[in-house]
């Protein structure tokens, strides 16, 4: 199917998009305690969205070793290589406290990609690597959604499928949350500048054991926590290809993105009624924030050319950044630490703009590296080489 080469386009806006989440991933772990957790939720549902898209608008079957490993060629090798290279770094910050078995566990786990099984290994500093198992368990069960998207040919089917999605989220999350003492991952960064109440307590039962296997945050580290978002990507694809022109019109208008602001600010309520709002909350936010940062895409596309550009830029190179950054954040942030201990006199503004500013180039030498390394045949070499290993 032909889409249109109208310049104001939801497929022109999507690194747009990624590029804001990024940004409020990277600046959220440099200062906390506000809503840039979130930009994880975009990325969810710009995941269903392009993975959906690409097979639609090719008529490609998601199925079989090869469309499993073409997914795996994409995120696998350049996170193995981002793992690796950090485990120096997270060695010498954990010098600092006089124990290297820790940190060299983690390693292990984030390779193999169990780190998401246990609550004692969700924090640190490489604690954004749990998205990487996290969107390969929604690749896994992508061909059984797709196949149920195929046989829709309604909006009631299309409504009625996503209703069942989000049962199965919220009954996964209640019980993880009331059975499990679930933490949804970052809601202790869930803070609204204030305007909000801190978030409830989440409860606590159980005894940790075995490292909080399944327990805490754990059981938000799979995809039946946040498949109804990624369904909601998947639809948005579905609608695009069906009727381009009346899919941009609907959601790149003025009011689509207030009523999105609104759904998103209730989202930010649900965090702080009580443990039944967590339920339901990430769904809320993302369907919220999605539509809102659409219309902010549209309207920077529209009037601010050069913030567009420089956003979706960032967006291109989000994957890379997003695995590269934390561990440079909580790296310099120790030094500097130690720095004060050893009396060397910094203000707290010097000491901000010093982490933030060396972070920024760090991070940039760091994407830029493992982009190369993305981009030359290795990848494809190690991804052959595991095809090969399982024929």
Sequence with gaps: MKISKNEFNILNLTNFCKGIAIAWVVLVHYQGQWFGWQGVHIFIVLSGFGLTYSCLSRNENPQGKAWYFRRIRKLLPVYWLTVLCSLPLLIILQMFQGEIKPNVVQTFLDFFLLRNFFEQFMSGPTSAFWYVPFILSCYLVFPLLYSFLRKCSTIWDYLLFLSAVSIIEFVYRALAIYWLDGLPIIYSHSQFFGLFPDPVAPLDRHPD???????????????????????????????????????????????????????????????????????FADFVISLGSILWILYLAYFCQKFISNVFKWVTLLGVWSYYIYLTHEPFIRALRRIVLKLFSEGINLSTGTASVLIFGLTIALVYVASWLIQKFDRSKIPDQVVHKMSRLLD
């Design 209 to 279: 054991q075995i490292f909080g296997l399944f327990q805490r945050r754990a059981p938000f580290g799979f995809f039946p926590s946040r498949i109804a978002e990624f369904t909601l990507g998947a639809l948005a694809a579905v609608a695009l290809i069906r009727d381009n022109h009346k899919v941009n019109q609907t959601l790149l208008n003025r009011y689509t993105g207030l009523v999105g602001m609104l759904i998103w600010i209730v989202g930010q309520v649900l965090l702080c009624v009580g443990l039944w709002g967590w339920i």
